[in-house]
């Protein structure tokens, strides 16, 4: 797992070239521009977390409390969930009125997803 609470770079995601690309493409959409999306970050910064395959409901226990409960918070209420590519889901589920979200990453075949969640998730 991998938390970060800024701009991603693409040295800076625990993903594959393909992905990060994939993710940075789909946080710039409701800006229109890659600048507009930055600057949007650096004012509201938001949090990215990368749940990778082998990242299960233990590997969230590990956390700060704040950390899980949030995660949860966007697990169990996303916005929206999207399939980013092959391997990857994205959500994102809002935490206050500015606009601040916590995006969940998510691997089709990580542990945190129910076999019924991924079945759901696999249709999209």
């Known amino acids: 797992m991998q938390i970060i609470n800024h701009w991603p770079s693409n040295s800076a ?6 992905t990060t ?11 229109g521009t890659e600048f507009e999306a930055k600057d949007f970050w650096q004012a509201y910064p938001s949090t990215i977390v990368i749940i990778n395959e082998l990242d299960d409901h233990n590997t969230l226990k ?19 969930i999207e399939r980013l590519n092959d391997n990857y889901f994205v959500s994102l589920s809002i935490t206050n009125d500015s606009g601040v979200g916590i995006y969940l ?7 945190f997803l129910t076999y019924e969640e991924n079945k759901c998730l696999a249709h999209q």
């Open 62 to 80: 590990q956390l700060e409390t704040q950390t899980s409960i949030l995660i949860n918070q966007a697990l169990l209420a996303p916005e929206y």
């Open 13 to 18: 995601l625990a993903l594959d070239k393909q």
């Open 105 to 111: 990453v998510i691997n089709h075949r990580s542990k």
């Open 21 to 31: 690309k994939d993710l940075v493409d789909h946080l710039i959409v409701p800006f």
